[in-house]
């Protein structure tokens, strides 16, 4: 789960109150839900050398995951 804190404008918590009463919905977190689960997003980098620095740490992870496997294998080329 993650938790996502919004500030909100005056209009902003307006429909979101609306949609909820619409919807007899419990809570706004519940509207917010609802109201996003109406659109499609697709999340690009911003800067091109973002995706490699992810790959990377994504690297890391499973290096560190598996470092009882490297520590047995003699002359593994280091990485970073």
Known sequence: MTKIQLDLSDEED?????H???NKLKT???????????FDA???YKNPGAKKYN???N???KLKKNKK?????PGLPELF
């Open 55 to 57: 790959e990377n740490i």
């Open 69 to 73: 496997m490297e520590d047995g294998i």
């Open 28 to 38: 706004k977190q519940d509207a917010i839900k609802s109201m996003i689960s109406a």
């Open 14 to 18: 307006y429909y979101t109150e609306a």
């Open 59 to 61: 690297i890391e992870k």
């Open 42 to 44: 697709e999340i690009e």
């Open 20 to 22: 909820k009463l619409k």
